[in-house]
């Protein structure tokens, strides 16, 4: 899924202080482009920034507790630097060419992630990505957009719902670490119907 004081410089190279981010992110316009590796710190702090805020009612506190920046980066490098097929695709959002939400797709068309740090949700970087997911759909020729919800988790299945996404009726049940159960439920977005550019899309908080 927001104000600070601090300098910018400190920021960089360390996710962590993100909690003393000012609002200079807002002076360059932002935007969304693919991954590279020197994005993988980011990627793996913003996860678990946002997760520990995101599910804070979905989740155990000590699974939440427990999330490891790095070893999530390192999670995320096979899918940044050796995609399996021209449709998998990692994209960043960027305000001030600093690193604040990311976002991937599978060669199904399956969004597996979408997260924006916490300090920056409701700033329009979940549409953005949304809406690079949408174009890049459309170029590898997929025909739609897919993604899963946790039942519990409201503000994150408001907010597909705004961005054009609706149910397909899919369900499934997964167990976390802890091993409780989480139900899910699919929601779907036809590519031609642009998903991101929905008028209701800024009510986001991812």
Known sequence: PANRGGSSTSL???PASRD???????????RVRPAGSADLTWIGAIQARAWRRNYATVLPADVLAALDPASLAEQWRP??????????I??????????????????????????????????????RLVAALADHGREQSLA???????????????FFVS???????????????????????????????????????????T
């Open 90 to 127: 990692v994209f960043v959002a960027l305000a001030d060419d600093l690193v604040l939400g990311f976002t991937a797709l599978d060669g199904d068309g399956e969004i597996v992630a979408l997260e924006v740090d916490p300090l920056h949700q409701r700033q329009g970087h979940g549409s």
């Open 79 to 88: 899918a940044v630097l050796t995609s399996p097929s021209s449709a998998h």
């Open 12 to 14: 960089v190279g360390n």
């Open 144 to 158: 739609a957009l897919s993604v899963w919800c946790p039942l519990a988790d409201e503000a994150r299945r408001t």
């Open 20 to 30: 003393t981010m000012t609002t200079v992110s807002e002076q360059l316009p932002p």
């Open 163 to 205: 961005a054009g996404f609706g149910p397909s009726g899919g369900v499934r049940d997964l167990t976390d670490a802890s091993g409780r159960t989480v139900r899910e439920a699919q929601l779907v977005a036809a590519l031609d119907d642009e998903p991101g550019d929905h008028p209701d899309a800024s009510r986001e908080t």
